[in-house]
């Protein structure tokens, strides 16, 4: 029988292939990178032999290995299985040939989004999903995001309305989910949804405003526009979608949808083209966004939002490739730019601050700018959850907490959401909560399991919590993902409060991490 899907579930167990972790229940096991991949390559044929060729190629992407190699990593799979009462029985040994799995029945489907419904907001609360790119060209796509990305920013500015981050709503793309199933996963009362066809410089937008409570629609349009159009054409939207919602709005609240636009519509367009390798936060995408990025900006020098961008992918270069000083001071520099031209763009402003704070160890100019940004947009996920970052290194443990659970609430499954519970691990591991730092680091490793930064929280809290094989087993996946990592070099490069160095320190010299 041949299984596929986004996550493999087998009597107590459920393995999560895209973020490395295989759970016993609701608790994830310490269960290595090869080992997670040799279990899916068994679960996937489940009932059928599995060659140890395809094995090793499964865990070692074709790499000339000994078989005693995979012999080592099935061990370690049957000893983490071996935790429920038949398991040693579940991998059975073919000689010569290979393995196969003959365990409790194997169920696939797509990984789990949401919990419970989340209680709705004290004032009115939008989630802006992904429109349909209609126009037959996948290339497209950035097009009809780039346009969403400008509806949400719009109406994050709206003081009184909780608008869901971008990074939660576009978890919807390309799914076909029940609109009151979005409304309760997102905890909000409106959905606007809508399309996009563009068709050389001809463009159609339509978009509807849905009560997610009732499922009864309340406003929709259709927009034929000209491409040089595109600016005024999302503000319009933007201003539509506020006006259902509240008649009785006040003017000076519906033009606080309006935003400074870059001039150049190449420079906005080679913006939109770099997002996703600049949100990637891994130094070889960022490499590749910055190329982008100094594009755009050498159209137009004054544009702040390619600036807190650029700002980003030096701080990710920094801190991942190496701690070079031309990094940070190129990300200060970008830092200072964005904010200059960037009073009335909240993202720039949020990214701006982070690196200033990150890079420039400026924590008082950091929360200035976080500040402006929170003042211009409420609603923005992004700034709390950069800001709990700062907070955590800096040592400021409880408003560290706060300002994580507020972005997440914000954004409940925000792109970002690894940088809110490292910054809750950290706090907690200050404040001599072994277990809840160790639950945060878990939900981050899932969150994103390509960041090391965050294996560095894991690993200080299960040798603190007493478990130093799993600790030293995290502690490699640290210098396995970051080759070059020392952390006391990694501490004097985000600034990191003396108190929550010496903790960190003591245990991460314990796991054998390097000084």
């Known amino acids: 029988m041949t299984v596929r899907g986004g996550t493999y ?4 167990f459920r393995l999560d292939p895209t973020a490395g972790l295989l759970y016993r229940g609701a608790e994830p096991t310490m269960l290595g990178r090869r080992a997670v991949a040799l279990l899916r390559r068994l679960l996937e044929d489940a009932g059928a032999p599995v060659s140890k060729d395809a094995l090793i190629e499964a865990a070692w992407g074709g790499l000339a290995v000994a078989d005693n190699n995979l012999a080592v990593q099935v061990a370690a799979l049957r000893r983490v299985l071996a935790e429920a009462p038949d398991a040693p029985s579940w991998i059975e040994t073919l000689p010569r040939r290979g393995y196969r799995y003959v365990g409790p029945a194997v169920t696939a489907g797509d990984p789990v989004v949401s919990g419970s419904a989340l209680t709705l907001p004290d004032r009115p609360s939008i989630a802006v999903l992904p429109f349909s790119n209609l ?11 780039g346009m969403v990305d400008d509806i949400i920013t719009g109406l994050a500015r709206i003081k009184w309305l909780f608008v869901v981050a971008r990074n939660s709503t576009f978890t919807y793309k390309g799914r076909a989910v029940d609109i009151t199933q979005i409304g309760r996963e997102l905890g909000v009362r409106y959905v606007l949804e809508g ?14 405003l849905i009560d997610a409570s009732t499922g009864s629609h309340i406003w929709a349009e259709r927009y034929d526009r000209m491409f040089d159009d595109i600016f005024a054409l999302q503000d319009e ?7 259902a919602i509240s ?27 770099a997002q996703h390798d600049v949100d990637s936060g891994m130094p070889e995408q960022v490499a590749r966004a910055l190329v982008l990025l100094e594009g755009a900006i050498a159209i137009d020098p004054t544009y702040a939002l390619a600036h807190g961008n650029a700002a980003m992918c030096h701080h990710c270069l920094f801190l991942r490739a190496g701690l070079q000083e031309v990094n940070r001071s190129a990300s200060i520099h970008h830092a200072r730019s964005a904010i200059l031209h960037g009073q009335d763009d909240a993202t720039a402003l949020t990214l701006a601050g982070f690196s200033i704070g990150m890079d420039g160890h400026d924590r008082g100019a950091a929360f200035t700018a976080l500040e402006a940004a929170l003042a211009i947009s409420p609603s923005s996920a992004l700034t709390y959850i950069l800001g709990s970052v700062i907070f955590g290194w800096s040592g400021e443990a409880e408003r560290a907490i706060e300002w994580s659970e507020r972005g997440m609430r914000l954004s409940p499954f925000d792109s970002w959401a690894f940088a809110a519970f490292d910054a809750q691990a950290m706090s907690h591991l200050l404040r001599g909560r072994y277990a809840e730092a160790c639950h945060a680091a878990y939900k981050s490793v899932q969150a994103n399991p390509a960041h090391s930064i965050t294996y560095v929280q894991l690993t200080a809290a299960l040798v603190k919590l007493g ?28 600034n990191c409060a003396p108190a929550l160095a010496e903790t960190l320190g003591e245990a991460l010299r314990t796991a054998g991490l390097p000084e």
């Open 247 to 273: 008649a009785s709005l006040r003017r000076a609240e519906i033009d606080r949808v309006k935003r400074r636009r870059p001039d150049s519509l190449d420079a906005y367009d080679l913006l939109l083209r």
């Open 135 to 145: 126009g037959g060209d996948p290339e497209q796509d950035y097009f009809a995001d």
């Open 467 to 494: 478990r130093l094989d799993e600790a030293k087993t995290a502690a490699a996946r640290v210098l396995e993902l970051h080759p070059t990592f020392r952390f006391k070099r990694q501490f004097e490069g985000v």
């Open 237 to 243: 939207i933007g201003l539509s979608v506020v006006g």
């Open 9 to 12: 579930r087998f009597g107590q």
């Open 195 to 208: 399309s996009v066809r563009r068709s050389g410089r001809n463009i159609r937008v339509t978009s509807q």
